[in-house]
């Protein structure tokens, strides 16, 4: 600061500034903290290497699922780019994809893709967690292994030359996910999972008390797969009524049963069994047996980004039913067979799935159902997205519904399944965000809820 700056004066008895030394007090204020704000920001200009500012850092979008990636967390442990809200600003678009593992795990798919001047760079990283991994621990891998997609767009910019790359080694680190199973698993990678649950749920005049377990076995190679699951439900609903109390109870259980063997990239083959009972839809026993075929028009190795499968089943189902139907019976075998057509594409531009399903008995075609269903997640254009998910289906198949009329208190509880000849659904949103395109900045602070991020 110039030592001949005159200092401010108060005039007195008006406690009034002079104009021509506020003016100057305010250029000098105004200077400091511009030098400041830039001192901050860059490195002296007499400093070797050349200052690398905020405006040189990688432009990242990073397009996850919360469900998947804690974002929060990513900008904070990879705090040396600038992450943008729109695509069309950004340099690297990171689409992460999720699917599930034989083991109870997930596969996580990293797909980095350049966009402008790095447009010729991409690639995918991996990285397989296990069932019993920790939130933390399947965390900080994922956050690991986007910095580490991150390094070659960062090489090409002016912080590659600030980069620092080392080996770590830790003893007991788990092997990579293309690791080839230890001979002496005592599973034989089969893998089981245990679950039960129970509710209570209570006012001065209504409570409600619900049960539900589980218990799931699956063993998966690439060349066969096989899944069971049994499972069992028991809901009771008490309302106290003027005369008297009304008691609502719904119950089920099932027991699914899946094998699937691989025959090439394309093509798989195999069957599907179920026992089940459910007390709203008439049925005391369902058993129901049904080989398959299916081929998927990509190859199976890209199901994380795009698929389209035709699925047949062919088989028989026995009814044992609770009350007669409408049809004057206690229980039928009938042939059966479906046709199942899914579509699912996961792309820089946004992802669509649907499928349309056809199911008929093989002696009476007029008894059959139609479901459509579809969601599209597109970005229009910069700022824009369109959100829309649906389903139709038309219904001719509910040969199991009892020949007596349902009370009113059975239609109201949802006891039991109503007669219908189609059903649907429609949700549609569309979203419009402008502003800054920087999105680099975390503050938690009066986010509650369970942490905020998970309100």
Not at 227 to 243: I, K, M, Q, T
């Amino acid at each position: 600061m110039p030592t001949d700056t005159p200092r401010p004066r108060r005039a007195r008895g008006n406690h009034e500034v002079d104009l021509a030394t506020v003016l100057c007090a305010a250029s000098l204020l105004g200077a400091s903290v511009l030098g400041a704000s830039m001192g901050a920001a860059t490195p002296a200009a007499a400093q070797n290497p050349p200052a690398v500012g905020p405006a040189a850092s990688l432009r990242v979008f990073l397009d996850c699922e919360p469900f998947i990636c804690d974002f929060d967390h990513f900008r904070r442990e990879v705090s040396f780019v600038n992450y943008v809200r729109n695509r069309e600003d950004a340099q690297v678009h990171v689409l992460v994809t999720r699917q599930g593992t034989g083991a109870g795990g997930s596969e996580y798919a990293f797909n980095f893709i350049g966009l402008g001047d790095m447009a010729a760079q991409h690639d995918t990283l991996r990285f397989t967690s296990l069932a019993n991994d920790t939130e933390d621990e399947t965390r900080t891998a994922l956050t690991q292994l986007f910095t580490l997609g991150l390094v070659p767009f960062l090489a090409r910019t002016p912080t590659g030359r600030l980069l620092d790359i080392r080996l770590r080694e830790v003893a007991g680190q788990r092997p990579p996910p293309a690791a080839t199973v230890p001979e002496d698993d005592p599973w034989d990678l089969w893998f089981f999972r245990l679950g039960v649950s129970g509710e209570i749920e209570g006012e001065s005049r209504q409570r409600e008390t619900s049960l539900d377990g589980s218990v799931s076995a699956s063993r998966t190679t690439e060349d066969l797969k096989i899944s069971l699951r049994l499972e069992a439900d028991y809901g009771e609903e008490v309302f106290e009524l003027d005369d008297g109390d009304e008691v609502s109870i719904t119950r089920s259980s099932g027991l699914d049963g899946l094998i699937v063997w691989s025959l090439g990239d394309h093509w798989s083959a195999g069957g599907s069994g179920s026992l089940t009972s459910g007390s709203r839809n008439n049925q005391d026993l369902t058993v129901r047996l049904s080989p398959a075929l299916e081929y998927d028009i990509y190859p199976y190795a890209e199901s994380t980004r795009r698929q389209i499968t035709f699925l047949y089943k062919v088989g028989m189902v026995w009814y044992d039913y609770d009350e007669v139907t409408q049809f004057g019976r206690m229980g039928e075998t009938r042939p059966e067979h479906s046709l199942d057509v899914s579509a699912g594409f996961q792309q820089p531009w946004g992802q669509i799935n649907a499928s349309l399903e056809g199911s008929t008995f093989l002696d009476d075609w007029t008894q059959h159902r139609i479901d459509f269903f579809a969601n599209v997640e597109l970005r229009l254009f910069r700022g824009v997205s369109l959100d829309v998910s649906g389903n139709v289906a038309r219904v001719q198949n509910q040969i199991y519904l009892p020949v007596e009329d349902l009370s009113d208190e059975d239609i109201l509880l949802g006891r039991r399944e109503l007669g219908t000849e189609f059903e649907y659904s429609l949700d549609v949103g569309l979203s419009f965000n402008f502003g800054s395109v920087f999105n680099n900045v975390v503050n938690p602070r009066m986010n509650t809820g369970g942490g905020g991020r998970f309100r």
